[in-house]
């Protein structure tokens, strides 16, 4: 049954659900294409984004003109992708669908913009803000407590960043955001220095790691 057998049973329409990144990077891995939906299709989409717009944390689905704008299929020749514009360029809600049945079934935040855009690290132990380099993260991470703000940013700006705490035990809390709160997630378990300088590292040099490798849980703020 392909990829996302386990995520979206066939059957009964089921709800748009939130996809994590993780998710999405497995469908892109399978390759994109091009593609063209009809318009039972678009409008099949277009209904099911403006049924979870009001999760996203966007302004209002009537703040902007929203469009179809670019829609893929996957190379599981299973599922494709479908763009609608959100608050800033090249920032969309991708609404996942099932191919053979024509019907959306997940959706995620994804800034394209903030991919390709270089991240500002904030660390007041460091008493750094610029551009990182893997030497400042490698320094700064371990001793984050040691200032009474004891935590570290990496914003790509427009509400994505990836963000670090140390507790006064030592321990860690790592999360990241997608566009807005409401994809916000922070990892399970707790994590040790070397793990979230890794994180920081595969986050901050563009490497997709941190999504595939760490196990992400919705925060609800």
């Known amino acids: 049954m392909g990829l996302f057998q386990n995520i979206f049973k066939r059957g009964a329409a089921p709800p748009l659900r939130l996809c994590q990144l993780h998710e999405h990077l497995q469908l892109m891995d399978t390759g994109v294409e091009s593609f063209e939906p009809d318009d039972t299709l ?8 403006q049924t979870v717009w009001l999760q ?3 302004s209002s689905w009537d703040a902007h003109p929203r469009e179809a ?4 299929k996957c190379g599981d020749k299973l599922h494709g992708y479908l763009h609608i514009n959100a608050d800033h360029k090249d920032c969309f ?11 959306p079934v997940g959706y995620l935040l994804f800034d394209i913009g903030a991919e390709y855009a270089s991240p500002i690290y904030v660390c007041p132990a460091a008493a750094f803000e610029d ?3 893997p030497a ?4 700064s991470i371990p001793r984050l407590n040691s200032h009474k703000d004891a935590y570290a940013v990496l914003d ?3 509400g994505t960043y990836m963000q670090a705490y140390q507790e006064s035990s030592g321990g860690y809390t790592l999360e990241h955001q997608l566009v807005t709160p409401s994809s916000h997630y922070r990892v399970a378990g707790g994590l040790d220095a070397q793990q979230v300088i890794a994180a920081f590292k595969w986050y901050a040099f563009e490497k997709k790691e941190w999504a595939r490798e ?5 925060m609800e703020l």
């Open 56 to 58: 996203t944390g966007l």
């Open 214 to 218: 760490l196990k992400w849980e919705k």
């Open 69 to 72: 704008q670019y829609a893929y």
């Open 156 to 158: 790509r700006g427009h």
């Open 136 to 139: 400042v993260i490698e320094e």
């Open 93 to 103: 809600l991708i609404v996942i669908f099932e191919l053979k049945a024509a019907r």
């Open 131 to 133: 551009e990182p380099t």
């Open 42 to 49: 678009r409008d099949a989409c277009i209904e099911a984004a």
